[in-house]
Nanobody
Framework: QVQLVESGGGLVQAGGSLRLACAASGSISSIDEMYWYRQGPGKQRELVAIISRGGSANYADFVRGRFTISRDNAKNTVYLQMNSLKPEDTFVYYC?????????????WGQGTQVTVSS
């Protein structure tokens, strides 16, 4: 059906930047909202940012002003530009999307990408 594949995670020093990408592939007619979440060990997954198909974005307070979500509808890809990273941004980051296809409108998750920020 549909796969979401994240990339761009890794190890970075505090104050540095990373750019995550999440590419959707498969039986896709269009994609509505796309999201980035993050999750730490033993913790609930938390919403980081959301972007509509038209490009309207919203952010969690803890990343506003440091992270930027964007998307390329032609490539079915969502990005997360993360600047001024802090050690407390160390999490597994997941993308999520509402995808429309022959199956209707369904929600899909990526497999996650680890972001580690060293102090």
């Amino acid at each position: 059906q549909v796969q979401l594949v994240e990339s761009g995670g890794g190890l970075v020093q505090a104050g540095g930047s990373l750019r995550l990408a999440c590419a959707a592939s498969g039986s896709i007619s269009s994609i509505d909202e796309m999201y980035w979440y993050r999750q730490g060990p033993g913790k609930q997954r938390e919403l980081v940012a959301i972007i509509s198909r038209g490009g309207s974005a919203n952010y969690a307070d803890f990343v506003r002003g440091r992270f930027t979500i964007s998307r390329d509808n032609a490539k079915n890809t969502v990005y997360l530009q993360m600047n001024s990273l802090k050690p407390e941004d160390t999490f597994v980051y997941y993308c999520n999307a509402w995808v429309i296809g022959y199956y209707g409108r369904r929600n899909f998750w990526g497999q996650g990408t680890q972001v580690t920020v060293s102090s």
